[in-house]
């Protein structure tokens, strides 16, 4: 899959905006919040591109900004200066256009799978069959068709966890963005879910922007990882992660990107 290399940028690696701009570009992004009388710097020029059907994974040492970041994207914070864009519309609140999944389920108890799945179609202009079908194709898409009439106290955390992801995906969303929505369940469950959740992107063609402090997971899942350095939350550099799927962590290749990801980030080999 192309690399965001692959299209017009500056001399810094800064995407510009361009007629027909696809995926997610980060343009110069910074965010400084008052402090008790001293301002602080969180996020400084932070600027890179995630193109149309790409996944791409954030990581980085505590204090780098990545939960800031991630809600500049989602539209949940301004930023102090630059700009998110998807698919050319600079970013203003939240919007359709992204399907956010947080680490926490945010499932409502009192409705059903079904009816949580299709919680985000109510006020679209389908009609009522257009969104039985919607909910029909997102539980078959997750494997959780049977458990429809189920209730959230009754589901697993690792089902609880695929019930948010087709919710999100629900409303057909440009961009799938992804808060270390798998740090809540053990590591067996985990795993399962890194390979569902790439099997999900394989069927959809979405554009994943997924934010992780596990090196391991973020080779596993990414076409590139976005490495920030911290004091203030900048680039530090995009790996490329150049390793067929599946890929097996004993594969001397994927030990190379994980030891060069932790080098990065300081945590050594």
């Not at 200066?81 to 956010?100: C, I, L, N």
Request: charged residues 25%; aromatic residues 6%.
């Amino acid at each position: 899959m192309a690399g965001v290399n692959d299209g017009p940028m500056t001399a810094d690696g800064r995407t510009g905006a361009a007629a027909g701009e696809s995926g997610v570009v980060v343009d110069g992004v910074g965010k400084t919040y008052d402090g008790d009388g001293t301002p602080v710097r969180a996020l400084d020029d932070v600027s890179f591109g995630v193109e149309s059907g790409e996944f791409v994974c954030l990581v980085g040492p505590s204090g780098c900004g990545k939960t800031t970041l991630f809600r500049v994207i989602a539209g949940l914070t301004d930023a102090t200066d630059g700009e998110v864009r998807v698919a050319g519309t600079p970013v203003t609140g939240p919007t359709t256009d992204m399907g956010v999944v947080f680490q926490e389920y945010h499932l409502f108890p009192w409705l059903t799978v079904e009816e949580n799945v299709g919680f985000g179609l109510e006020r679209s202009d389908r009609s009522a069959a257009e969104r039985a079908e919607r909910v029909d194709e997102m539980l078959d898409l997750v494997g959780l068709s049977e458990f429809r009439e189920s209730y959230p106290k009754s589901l697993s955390g690792g089902m609880k966890q695929r019930v948010a992801i087709a919710r999100a995906l629900a409303v057909d969303p440009e961009l799938l963005l992804m808060d270390e929505p798998f740090g809540a369940v053990d590591a067996q469950t985990r795993e399962m879910l890194q390979r569902e959740l790439l099997d999900v992107w394989a069927s959809t063609g979405k554009t994943v922007l997924f934010v992780t402090h596990d090196v391991a997971e973020a080779v596993t899942l990414a076409d590139r990882i976005v490495v920030m350095a911290a004091e203030p939350g900048r680039v530090a550099e995009v790996v490329d992660v150049g390793v067929d799927r599946p890929r097996e962590r004993g594969d001397p290749a994927f030990g190379e990107h994980v030891a060069r990801v932790r080098e990065l980030i300081g945590a050594g080999p």
